[in-house]
T-cell receptor
Framework: GENVEQHPSTLSVQEGDSAVIKCTYS??????FPWYKQELGKRPQLIID?????GEKKDQRIAVTLNKTAKHFSLHITETQPEDSAVYFC??????????FGSGTRLLVRP | GAVVSQHPSWVICKSGTSVKIECRSL??????MFWYRQFPKQSLMLMAT?????????EQGVEKDKFLINHASLTLSTLTVTSAHPEDSSFYIC??????????????FGAGSRLTVL
């Protein structure tokens, strides 16, 4: 089955700096890669996603890149703000919304 | 649109009792429901997948007789933790896949249920 690895597990950046979180997946059939932001005790919130027919997608300060050959995808957050502090999860799926999640990255943005 | 209501948001029970968690899709038909478990400071681990009217498919290592899943209608799925023990204490989250009124394929998460077994 699919296995998704995510790193780093924790990331601390200064406000205004960029943050990058990376994930790798094992199943070459995976074709959908969402990123979720989760605050303590809350449901995951979709922040951006990408499908395998696209190499990059951007939404304001957030961007995701996908390298199908290497089976890895990354989340880029620019101009970080304290409210970006949360746990971020990558996920992968093939053909449906059966998501396999990475282990999570705890992002801390220092004011 | 595409709202999933999950109840209860938190529950405390005694060891050995059963607890039922409900997820309802309010404005769309949930053809597939995914149930996840999340231990503190860990990731969401997929427990099972259920399609309306069919038996759930459980992930490896998840006891189907302990975690009973029912998906009898397109708007309701339930997870029952039977004979709960302290090690079952966790955050349980559902996600529903279906089609909105506009025909868009959607995936929506419930708000989660925090179970504490004493």
């Amino acid at each position: 089955g699919e296995n998704v690895e995510q790193h780093p597990s924790t990331l601390s950046v200064q406000e205004g700096d960029s943050a990058v979180i990376k994930c790798t997946y094992s199943d070459s059939a995976s074709n959908y890669f969402p990123w979720y932001k989760q605050e303590l005790g809350k449901r995951p919130q979709l922040i951006i996603d990408i499908r395998s027919n696209v190499g990059e997608k951007k939404d304001q300060r957030i961007a995701v890149t996908l390298n199908k050959t290497a089976k890895h995808f990354s989340l880029h957050i620019t101009e970080t703000q304290p409210e970006d502090s949360a746990v971020y999860f990558c996920a992968a799926s093939s053909g449906s919304y059966k998501l396999i999640f990475g282990s999570g990255t705890r992002l801390l943005v220092r004011p | 649109g595409a709202v999933v209501s999950q109840h209860p948001s938190w529950v405390i029970c005694k060891s050995g009792t059963s607890v039922k968690i409900e997820c309802r899709s309010l404005d769309f038909q949930a053809t597939t429901m995914f149930w996840y478990r999340q231990f503190p400071k860990q990731s969401l681990m997929l427990m099972a997948t259920s399609n309306e009217g069919s038996k759930a498919t459980y992930e490896q290592g998840v006891e189907k007789d302990k975690f009973l899943i029912n998906h009898a209608s397109l708007t309701l799925s339930t997870l029952t933790v039977t004979s709960a023990h302290p090690e079952d204490s966790s955050f349980y989250i559902c996600s529903a896949e279906g089609y909105s009124l506009s025909g868009a394929n959607v995936l929506t998460f419930g708000a989660g249920s925090r179970l504490t077994v004493l």
